[in-house]
């Protein structure tokens, strides 16, 4: 669940929803692989682009943003057609809670959502309206122009970047890819959660990041559990329950595809991931991966036993 937050929201007519499963953000985290993957071939749009990212909206994501610029670039007639500016985080401000006082949120033109939490209004509204309307009239970039190492300025401001050069790694990490795991659970955790056979506990979360990361070729500790959740039967969202989800992370240039295909044809006809997790996977989904075949399901996908 988003929480008490997204509830607000909605009453003040934001679109989207505010219970989900893993998987609908696994998908979101999923398309965005895709795209990312065709920018820069024969398939992406030749046309000028402005990218516009915040800060707060964290590290991996403007990785992905970065990249998708330079590779946009490699096949522009003109490098000079795309541009990327960037809205920084106040220096020494507090960013917990959910106020926008520390700087511009990801959702930029939500009304419904900014407006909810502190300090309660747009202010950035009128520079981006500004900027947007001389880049689409006259084409000049949005931002101001400067340094994304010079000293802060003004929290409105979006800094423009050059995505050719080097760039801060504390700003733009190692982009990151998501593999997407259902597990089977015997009894549904609603009725006796702690005991339930199949409920995974931390220490089988880590030993299941350890053999992905061995199945990765990557050393241990750099595949990332994200997140967890368990499903009950008869849930609100529609879906046959009880099962549990997980959510790994991995460095997405640090593994082949060949590496993640390994992994997939593992899980699915040798049980790879199920002693360590104590149960049966279901399902194993890696971001960005093109959906099989029916008659190829077989080799992705673990039917119950």
Same mark, same amino acid.
């Given at each position: 669940?988003?929480?008490d937050?997204?509830i607000k929201?909605?009453?003040?007519?934001?679109g989207?929803?505010?219970?989900f499963? #893993?998987?609908? *953000?696994?998908?979101? +985290?999923? $398309?965005?692989?895709?795209?990312?993957? %065709?920018?820069?071939?024969?398939?992406s749009?030749?046309?000028?682009?402005q990218?516009?990212?915040?800060e707060?909206?964290?590290?991996?994501?403007?990785? %992905?943003?970065?990249?998708? !610029?330079?590779?946009?670039?490699? =096949?522009?007639?003109?490098e000079?057609?795309?541009?990327?500016?960037f +809205?920084?985080i106040v220096?020494?401000?507090?960013?917990?809670?959910?106020?926008?006082?520390c700087?511009?949120p +990801?959702?930029?033109?939500s009304? &419904?959502e900014?407006?909810?939490v502190p300090? $309660?209004?747009l202010?950035?509204?009128? /520079?981006?309206?500004?900027?947007?309307?001389?880049y689409?009239q006259?084409g000049? &970039?949005?931002? =101001?122009?400067t340094d994304?190492?010079?000293? $802060?300025?003004v929290?409105? /401001?979006?800094?423009?970047?050059?995505?050719?050069?080097?760039?801060?790694?504390?700003? $733009?990490?190692p982009?990151?890819?998501?593999i997407?795991?259902r597990?089977? %659970?015997?009894t549904d &955790?609603? %009725?006796? #959660?702690?005991?339930?056979?199949?409920?995974l506990?931390?220490?089988?979360?880590?030993?299941? !990041?350890?053999?992905?990361?061995?199945?990765?070729? *990557?050393?241990?500790?750099?595949v990332? #559990?994200?997140?967890?959740?368990?499903?009950?039967?008869?849930? /609100? #969202?529609g879906d046959?329950?009880p @099962?549990?989800?997980?959510? @790994?992370?991995f &460095?997405a240039e640090l593994v082949s595809?060949?590496? *993640?295909k390994?992994l997939?044809?593992? =899980?699915?006809?040798?049980?790879? *991931?199920d002693? !360590?997790l104590?149960?049966t996977?279901?399902?194993?989904?890696?971001?960005?991966? +093109?959906? =099989?075949?029916?008659? /190829?399901?077989? !080799?992705?996908?673990k039917?119950?036993?």
């Open positions: 669940s988003w929480g937050q997204c929201q909605r009453e003040r007519g934001r989207g929803i505010c219970s499963r #893993l998987r609908n *953000l696994f998908a979101a +985290h999923s $398309f965005a692989e895709y795209a990312r993957q %065709l920018t820069g071939t024969s398939r749009a030749q046309a000028p682009v990218f516009v990212t915040v707060r909206d964290s590290s991996t994501r403007n990785s %992905l943003i970065l990249q998708a !610029a330079r590779n946009q670039i490699r =096949v522009s007639d003109n000079n057609d795309i541009s990327l500016c +809205h920084r220096p020494n401000c507090e960013l917990e809670g959910t106020g926008n006082e700087g511009v +990801h959702s930029m033109l009304r &419904p900014s407006e909810v300090p $309660f209004e202010y950035w509204e009128e /520079d981006i309206q500004g900027n947007s309307t001389h689409f006259k000049i &970039p949005m931002g =101001v122009n994304i190492f010079s000293p $802060f300025t929290r409105d /401001d979006c800094v423009q970047i050059d995505p050719t050069t080097e760039q801060d790694p504390s700003l $733009f990490l982009v990151f890819r998501g997407w795991i597990t089977e %659970l015997e &955790p609603s %009725l006796e #959660l702690d005991s339930t056979p199949g409920n506990n931390d220490s089988d979360r880590d030993s299941a !990041a350890q053999l992905i990361s061995a199945a990765l070729n *990557l050393p241990p500790g750099y990332i #559990l994200v997140r967890s959740n368990v499903v009950s039967a008869g849930n /609100d #969202l046959d329950g @099962f549990q989800e997980l959510y @790994f992370e &460095p595809e060949q590496d *993640l390994n997939e044809e593992l =899980v699915a006809n040798d049980g790879y *991931l002693n !360590a104590g149960t996977v279901l399902e194993l989904e890696v971001a960005g991966r +093109h959906p =099989v075949d029916s008659e /190829d399901k077989s !080799a992705h996908k039917k119950k036993r």
